[in-house]
C-alpha cells in the first residue's frame, strides 16, 4: 500500500524531478509553492462560482498549474519530453488571450484603476490574481534560463486573465467597481 508520507523531507530537503535533492526554503521550490498556493485558491474559487464559463476556465487553469509546477520542478527541463500534459506553449498564453478578449467584450471600459473587491467570488479571483503576481515574482528571480519563456508568459497572462474573471464575476453579480 501506498502512503501519503515518505519521511523523505523530515530533514528539510526535497527531491526535484531530476532526484535533486535541494532543500524546502530553495528558490525553486519556493516558485512551484506559490504555484501550488495559487491553484489551491482557484479550487476555492471555483467552488464558489455559478458561471460555468468561468468554472471550466479555471478547470483548465488548475490543469495548467500542475503542468507548470511540474516544469518548475524539472531544473534540467527533461520531464516535458516524458510526459506530455506537463507542457505550457505559446498556444496555451494565446487561449488566456481568447478568454480575456471574450470576457472584456461584456465589461464597461477600464477608466481608472479599481480596487480589489466586489461580489465574493469576484472577490476571491482578485486576490488570486495577487497570488499568480507573486508567483511570477517567484519565477523570475530564478532566471531566465531556469524556466521556458513560454511558462513565464503564461503566468503574466494568467494575472491578465484573472483580473478580468474578477471584473466578469463581479459584473454579473451586480457588484459595482470602486474605481481608486
Not at 483548465?60 to 518548475?72: E, H, S, V
Not at 472577490?123 to 519565477?139: G, P
Amino acid at each position: 500500500m501506498s502512503r501519503i508520507y515518505t519521511r523523505t523531507g523530515d530533514a528539510g530537503e526535497t527531491g526535484l524531478f531530476d532526484g535533486t535533492r535541494v532543500a524546502k526554503s530553495d528558490p525553486r521550490v519556493d516558485a512551484y509553492g506559490e504555484v501550488d498556493e495559487l491553484a489551491s485558491w482557484l479550487g476555492v474559487a471555483r467552488a464558489r462560482l455559478t458561471a460555468p464559463d468561468l468554472v471550466e476556465m479555471l478547470d483548465r487553469i488548475q490543469r495548467d498549474l500542475f503542468a507548470l509546477g511540474a516544469i518548475l520542478a524539472d531544473p534540467r527541463h527533461r520531464i516535458a519530453a516524458r510526459v506530455e500534459k506537463a507542457v505550457l506553449g505559446e498556444d496555451d498564453a494565446a487561449r488566456l488571450e481568447q478568454w480575456i478578449d471574450a470576457l472584456e467584450t461584456e465589461l464597461p471600459p477600464l477608466r481608472r484603476f479599481i480596487l480589489a473587491g466586489g461580489a465574493e467570488s469576484g472577490s476571491m479571483l482578485h486576490y488570486a490574481r495577487a497570488i499568480c503576481r507573486r508567483a511570477e515574482r517567484a519565477i523570475v528571480g530564478l532566471g531566465t534560463d531556469a524556466v521556458p519563456a513560454a511558462a513565464r508568459v503564461y503566468v503574466n497572462r494568467l494575472s491578465d486573465l484573472l483580473f478580468t474573471m474578477a471584473r466578469a464575476a463581479n459584473h454579473r453579480a451586480g457588484a459595482p467597481e470602486i474605481e481608486w
